[in-house]
Each structure stands twice: as C-alpha cells, then as structure tokens.
C-alpha cells in the first residue's frame, strides 16, 4: 500500500500547520475537524474536507489525529462516525494527541483486531515548531510500521525518535511535560527576579539563554513574557491535561513528583481566574504583584 493518501482529523493550532506541510509535500490531504470554518485555509489551500471522521478515512491510506483530550482520542477512534467506522484493512492509525498511555494500547489493539496498524506519535515544539516543521515526535508501537512512516512524519518533524512499544511514545510525552512543567516555573522565576532587580530582562535573557540555563521555554516563551503575549502556542487546559495523565501514571508506579504537582496547583490558580485558553507562558502572571 502506497502512503499517499492522508486523512488527518483535527487542525488546531498545531494541526494546521502540520497540514500545511503535508499539503506542501503534495501529499493528498482529507480533513475532518468539528468546525469547517475554522479550516477554510487548509480547504483553500488543497486540502478536501469530509463531514466525519468516519468519511475522512475511508479513502486513506494513513489516518492522523491530532484533538484535545484522551476523551476525544476515544470517542474519534471508538465512537460513532469515528475512524474505526470508516477505517479497512491495511491502513496506519497515528495519533499524535497528548493523551494517556493506556488508551494508546487500547486503540492498538482494536487495530490488529481489524488488520491495521497503530502508533502512538505525540509531538513536542508547540506552534513554532509545527510552522517551521521541526516538531519532536515521540513513538511508541510496532518498529517496523514506524519505518515505514518516517519519511511522512519527516515532512513536519525533525527529532523522531521510536521509543518502543504501544503507549512508549505517550509515556515519553510525559516525561517531557514534567521536564517543561518545572522548567516553566524558573523561567518566570529568573524574569520576576531580574525585573526586581532592576536588570533589563532583555538584556538577562540574551546572557542565560546560551549558558547552562538555556531551555527551549527560556528561549521562547520568555521573550513571549516580556512582550504580554500570552495567546496559546499551548493551551493552559491541555498542559494541566497532561500534568493529571502524569500524576495518574506516577501514581501508579508509586513514585512522588513534588515538582509536577506544584506546578499543577499554580496553573489551577490561572484556571481559576479563567486564563484556561492563555498559552502556558501565562503562568508569568503569578509573578506579577499587579496581575
């Protein structure tokens, strides 16, 4: 089976990009998202639009998603009019949602059931990195379908990387949501602390970012920070998502993460005063005595 044919479900703020890159590399690209509207530039663009997800897979040779919560991952693939519906014999199921390892086993499963194959393939770069096309993939499943799609996921990645088995990759998410969730806190930490000490943060941000505390959030979203620009790269509510899936998984495997639960309980506070669509470098609000 060629791999030309792609229908990919759901084209949010990373999505869409990743789209874009496929539609680019003339690959055929058939889209279902819950709002047309908000994918008329995909449409414009070549991409053809379906009115489920069921009907989006149909013709596919490979079916990406790419949606909210672990609740939508489910109901997409096992609901009605999902992709299971409308899925055949010999396609890949990739879904590159953030989203709990278990459930990633479970879709597997019901793939092998119907003659298919799935990977879990959740991403890390956030908005920058799916328009530059230099998203990190992480990749959990069967090695040898993974072969088969890197040459697709190279289109909009650059770091892909198989991890191991069903649930591997997501379980890889959550290792780099827990290193980004305490990463965050210091980032807004140095900045407060620059600020009150009457340094140009500007100016503390081209010396750290290079050295020994350079991070990807520092070199980013700081900037971000000083600017007020706190629209969503990544959601608020899709990162405290990920925090719960992690403290669930940990607390399975009986090991304490002080780190990750006090930054949920800092990003709780931001939901709480309704910053929950803010991207997640609005945590530098909790720093800012007037805020």
């Not at 949602?97 to 597997?108: H, V």
């Not at 019901?110 to 920058?128: H, L, Q, Y």
């Not at 088969?148 to 890889?172: E, M, N, R």
């Not at 949501?177 to 500007?202: F, H, R, S």
Request: proline fraction near 3%.
């Amino acid at each position: 089976m060629s791999l030309n044919k792609i229908a990919f479900i759901g084209t949010g703020v990373m999505g869409s990009s990743v789209v874009r890159h496929l539609l680019q590399a003339n690959y055929e690209v058939t889209i279902y998202t819950r709002t047309k509207e908000k994918a008329a530039t995909l449409i414009e663009a070549g991409a053809k639009w379906s009115e489920t997800a069921s009907a989006a897979t149909e013709e596919a040779d490979i079916v990406f998603t790419m949606v909210g919560y672990p609740a939508d991952v489910e109901s997409i693939y096992l609901g009605e009019n999902g992709i299971f519906e409308g899925s055949k014999e010999g396609q890949i199921i990739v879904d590159m949602t953030t989203s709990s390892p278990a459930l990633a086993k479970k879709i597997e499963l019901e793939a092998k059931n119907r003659n298919m194959a799935s990977i879990d393939a959740p991403v890390s770069g956030g908005d920058i990195g799916a328009k530059n096309g230099t998203l990190s993939i992480m990749c959990g499943g069967d090695p040898e379908v993974f072969e088969k799609i890197s040459p697709i996921l190279s289109v909009f990645g650059k770091d892909i990387v198989y991890q191991g088995l069903a649930g591997a990759g997501q379980h890889t998410k959550m290792c780099n949501q827990i290193a980004i969730a305490t990463n965050m806190i210091g980032v807004c930490e140095a900045i407060a602390y620059a600020e009150q000490a009457g340094l140009d943060p500007k100016t503390v941000l081209k010396s750290i970012s290079s050295g020994a505390a350079g991070s990807w959030s520092l070199s980013n979203l700081g900037p971000r920070m000083l600017k007020g620009d706190f629209e969503p790269g990544f959601y608020i509510k899709h990162f405290l998502k990920d925090m719960d899936i992690a403290l669930k998984e940990a607390e399975e495997m009986k090991l304490s993460l002080p780190g990750l639960e006090l930054a949920r309980s800092m990003y709780n506070r931001l939901v709480s005063k309704g910053l929950e669509d803010k991207g997640t470098q609005a945590l530098y609000k909790s720093y800012r005595t007037a805020e």
